[in-house]
């Protein structure tokens, strides 16, 4: 006993008495432990956060070929500097989407730390949401298994669009959505969604720690986000579906409003810039 009291002695400032190695009362280590894993799950959530608030204004941007395939030219002229000079800087876009895909990238790595290891800690992890039965927890389930199959599906996503800027747009984006399987486009979009959403609602709960009141609130709002959200995308996704159809018979990668057209085809918008007027594609 005493050879044990003595190799643990030296990691306190003081000598322990026998009411602190017995009850654990008072310990003061000398050893302080490392501050690390604290500031990468500040890592996680801060990219976390940023991708989720970002899920809102991806989904703004390509639900606007709902409103016409001019208006999704528009916007991606907009985030390549088109209106600037009447180019489109396609590395401009290959930043943005960049930017983009080192948070991905970090998000994944700093989270990949809490997936288990093996079998046995993915039984346990299991076990551990059957017996408690809460709602949170099962929610955190819900986000691990998308964070699974997301990690798998968003890379393959992100890729082309990094390497390939000049094929986003309406007919380049609706013929990848064409090409594609239909049921991994929906299953992408469902996985994003509901693990961004109850991300968001997990970083509230961690950080904001909120009453239990404002919990059920939480809940409810995460649930209506997550259905507005996949519906949303849905039809956005069957909007890129038809223009992938209609570049597909016509034989064209790029759209062309029909204002930059030669001949033109159709008048300038009263909001284009005199500028940019008479340069065409």
Wanted: overall charge positive.
């Amino acid at each position: 006993m005493a050879d044990d009291f003595k190799d643990i002695s030296h990691l306190y400032k003081v000598t322990p008495t026998a009411k602190t190695i017995i009850d654990g009362v008072d310990l003061t280590e000398t050893q302080h432990k490392s501050h690390a894993y604290a500031w990468v799950d500040v890592l996680q959530s801060g990219t976390g956060l940023i991708l989720g608030l970002f899920l809102f204004c991806h989904m703004a941007f390509t639900s606007s070929i709902l409103l016409g395939k001019d208006t999704f030219w528009n916007l991606v002229s907009l985030t390549g500097g088109y209106f600037i000079d009447g180019v489109d800087h396609l590395w401009m876009h290959s930043l943005f989407v960049g930017v983009i895909f080192v948070l991905v990238v970090i998000h994944a790595i700093t989270a990949l730390r809490k997936f288990p290891s093996n079998y046995k800690a993915l039984r346990t992890m299991r076990g551990h949401v059957k017996l408690l039965r809460h709602g949170d927890t099962t929610w955190w389930w819900f986000q691990f298994l998308t964070g699974v199959v997301l990690t798998a599906l968003v890379f393959p996503h992100m890729l082309p669009m990094l390497m390939n800027p000049g094929e986003i747009g309406p007919y380049g984006s609706g013929l990848e959505v064409y090409n594609s399987w239909l049921w991994v486009v929906y299953l992408f979009l469902i996985v994003t969604e509901v693990h961004g959403m109850i991300g968001l609602y997990r970083l509230c709960m961690k950080w904001c720690g909120p009453s239990n009141a404002t919990r059920v609130l939480l809940r409810k709002i995460t649930i209506g986000l997550i259905i507005f959200m996949i519906a949303l995308g849905s039809f956005t996704i069957m909007g890129y579906y038809n223009a992938g159809k209609e570049a597909a018979e016509l034989g064209k990668t790029h759209f062309v409003p029909g204002y930059l057209q030669t001949p033109q085809t159709q008048p300038y918008p009263s909001w284009w810039p005199e500028r940019l007027k008479g340069i065409s594609h």
